[in-house]
């Protein structure tokens, strides 16, 4: 069982360039999230997806764009990386949005550069 | 758009029981405390839940006040390998005013020998 799986694992961008972290879960859960550590810091949510079908901002999504490709997968794009980018991007899912009884897995995290 | 308040850091000792305390004046109704654990280069990791009272697993105890404005993680007798960044978890209301799962910026715990 692999839970939340992303790809790729360490990328370095140049400023300018745009790219797409694929991220699949294979949990059945319905509910998918984006979010950025930038270092020493906390988890900041960049977008969500409610359930297939849906998105919504979260706290800091200037600069990016998400895909619910079907159930099991959330795309994050940057469509013009920025320095201010430079981050580690987590991806998770639950059951659902609620937080009652509701555990948020978490994939490895994503290594993002940008120069 | 913090929901929940927690101490920057602590320090402690192999063998200490720690207790870290969440502020989260503003919980609705419905929200459940969630407290997770993150290593360096890793994923936060879920450790306990509750809603009111007390809960206790095998690695942590969870209080929770009568008017569910605080929290208290409480780890008994901890060890090196404690040391890691928590976070409490709270429900929050974000720009579309949907409500979603947004974490704070975490408690550094560092365990020494």
């Known amino acids: 069982n692999a839970g939340v799986t992303q790809t790729p694992k360490f990328q370095v961008l140049k400023t300018g360039q745009s790219m797409t972290l694929q991220c699949a879960q294979d949990m059945n859960h319905n509910s998918m999230y984006w979010y950025r550590q930038d270092p020493g810091m906390g988890l900041r949510l960049i977008y969500y997806?409610?359930?297939?079908?849906?998105?919504d901002k979260g706290e800091v999504p200037n600069g990016y764009n998400v895909s619910r490709l079907n159930k099991r997968e959330f795309s994050l794009r940057l469509e013009s990386a920025a320095p201010s980018q430079t981050s580690v991007y987590f991806c998770?899912?639950?059951?659902?949005?609620?937080?009652?009884?509701?555990?948020?897995?978490f994939g490895e995290g994503s290594w993002l550069t940008v120069v | 758009l913090a929901k929940t308040t927690q101490p920057i850091s602590m320090d402690s000792y192999e063998g200490q029981e720690v207790n870290i305390t969440c502020s989260h004046n503003n919980i609705a109704t419905n929200d459940y405390i969630t407290w997770y654990q993150q290593f360096p280069s890793q994923g936060p990791r879920f450790i306990i839940q509750g809603y009111k009272t007390k809960v206790t697993n095998e690695v942590a105890s969870l209080f929770i006040p009568a008017d569910r404005k605080s929290s208290t993680l409480s780890l008994p007798r901890v060890s090196l390998s404690d040391t890691a960044v928590y976070y409490c978890?709270?429900?929050?209301?974000?720009?579309?005013?949907?409500?979603?799962?947004?974490f704070g910026s975490g408690t550094r715990l560092q365990v020494q020998p």
């Open positions: 978890l709270v429900g929050d209301r974000v720009d579309t005013g949907r409500r979603a799962l947004t």
């Open positions: 997806s409610a359930s297939e079908g849906t998105t």
């Open positions: 998770a899912s639950s059951e659902s949005l609620r937080s009652s009884g509701n555990t948020i897995y």
